[in-house]
């Protein structure tokens, strides 16, 4: 089941990440008037001093830093607050001597409460899912910068003008 979090945490990364790339092209060209075949062993060159100076690697798939954040159980629900408000609700009827309408009322109150409660814990879960999802959008990109410097000096140093 863990992997299966990972996999589709990748999934939803891969999925950010078309925009951030595309804006992390970098433009090439041969200054010094280098042949298309020095063009290409001085780039295969530079992707492995970026590589190893900056420890990404734009070929491989992205992958998450961190796994994402663990659902919570469940809490409330319907069904479940109207169950307890029922049985509350039945007990305070007992009491007051209308054992019915205090479990119908209970379990109308108990509904309510437990649908409240089960709507702001998916909330909190969704917003804690987008936050994840934004640090490692933040964490890519910085680390695809990183890349793209150590990249773009090591052509300049072979004569390259690099955008």
């Known amino acids: 089941m863990n992997r299966l979090k990972y996999i589709s945490a990748a999934v939803a990364l891969l999925a950010m990440l078309p925009g951030l790339l595309s804006a992390q092209e ?9 042949s298309s ?9 530079c992707y492995g001093f970026a590589k190893s100076q900056s420890g990404f690697d734009p070929m491989a798939p992205p992958t998450t830093t961190t796994a994402p954040p663990p659902k919570e159980a469940p809490q409330g629900g319907v069904g479940r ?5 029922a049985l509350g609700g039945a007990l305070v009827g007992a009491i007051t001597g209308n054992t019915k309408k205090g ?7 108990g509904g309510l409460l437990g649908g ?7 909330q909190r879960e969704t917003h804690k899912q987008q936050q994840w999802e934004q640090r490692e959008v ?7 910068n990183n890349y793209n410097r150590a990249y773009a000096a090591c052509l300049e140093g072979r004569g390259y003008t690099v955008r």
């Open 103 to 109: 479990a119908a009322v209970g379990a109308v109150g």
């Open 37 to 45: 075949q020095q063009q290409e062993k001085d780039k295969f060159e």
């Open 138 to 144: 933040q964490n890519y990109a910085q680390n695809r």
């Open 81 to 85: 607050g109207a169950v307890g408000g």
């Open 26 to 34: 970098l433009m090439i060209y041969p200054a010094k008037g280098q």
């Open 116 to 122: 409240a409660r089960r709507s702001e814990q998916k």
